[in-house]
């Protein structure tokens, strides 16, 4: 069945360094949706990338959806404490099904 | 404006027990999905709801069932629980369309002892 893969699993930074986050998909995707859960908390949408080779940008936060449509990453520039989250990609095939990534983990040390 | 409501919070359950949970969607939507989060996992498509008829349906196995009211808001029932069960359950609210940008809700924290 379809599988989307996100790596790595945790990542570890001082804060001010940068962050990335890599989700590849087995499938290609119609679309595919970054979001951030606090810990304790509930997923909360960041973006949504629908064209090949799309790049958005939301200060910090850099989104980039590759050109075959089936991998995607989210890069974040001068980490601060609060970015603390797990980062979760989750792609659509065309039908109502999304699914999710296993997340990264982030933690910023202050 | 409202966002997506859940209850309950928490619950806990024995096994062979069943459980119905509900979400209310943000205001002004119509479709709801589910999903089951376990530990340290991303979140699990269970269902999609959309003119209370069940449009899509995920890797659950017939113990989970649902329905959407002429409202929107929505149930989740779980049948026959399991210990691996134990999950937060997300109810997610969007607009029409399956691609659509997708609200969650707080969940519920279900325990099953």
């Known amino acids: 069945g379809q599988q989307v893969m996100q790596i790595p699993q945790y990542q570890h930074v001082q804060e001010g360094e940068d962050f990335t986050t890599y989700c590849n998909s087995s499938t290609t995707l119609s679309n595919i949706q970054w979001y951030k859960q606090r810990p304790g908390g509930h997923p909360v949408f960041l973006i949504q990338l629908v064209k090949s080779g799309e790049v958005k940008k939301q200060k910090r936060l850099t989104f980039q959806f590759g050109e075959a449509k089936k991998n995607s990453s989210l890069h974040i520039t001068a980490t601060q404490t609060t970015d603390v989250g797990t980062y979760f990609c989750?792609?659509?095939?065309?039908?109502?099904?999304?699914?999710f990534g296993a997340g990264t983990r982030l933690f910023v040390k202050a | 404006d409202a966002g997506v409501t859940q209850s309950p919070t928490h619950l806990i359950k024995t096994r062979g027990q069943q459980v119905t949970l509900r979400c209310s969607p943000k205001s002004g939507h119509d479709t709801v999905s589910w999903y089951q989060q376990a530990l340290g996992q991303g979140p699990q498509f269970i269902f999609q709801?959309?003119?209370?008829?069940?449009?899509q349906r995920g890797n659950f196995p017939d113990r989970f069932s649902g329905h959407q009211f002429p409202n929107y808001s929505s149930e989740l029932n779980v049948n026959a629980l399991l210990l691996g069960d134990s999950a937060l359950y997300l109810c997610?609210?969007?607009?029409?369309?399956?691609?659509?940008?997708?609200?969650f809700g707080p969940g519920t924290r279900l325990t099953v002892l």
């Open positions: 709801y959309y003119e209370e008829e069940e449009r």
């Open positions: 997610a609210s969007s607009l029409v369309a399956g691609t659509d940008t997708q609200y």
């Open positions: 989750a792609g659509n095939t065309g039908g109502f099904k999304t699914i």
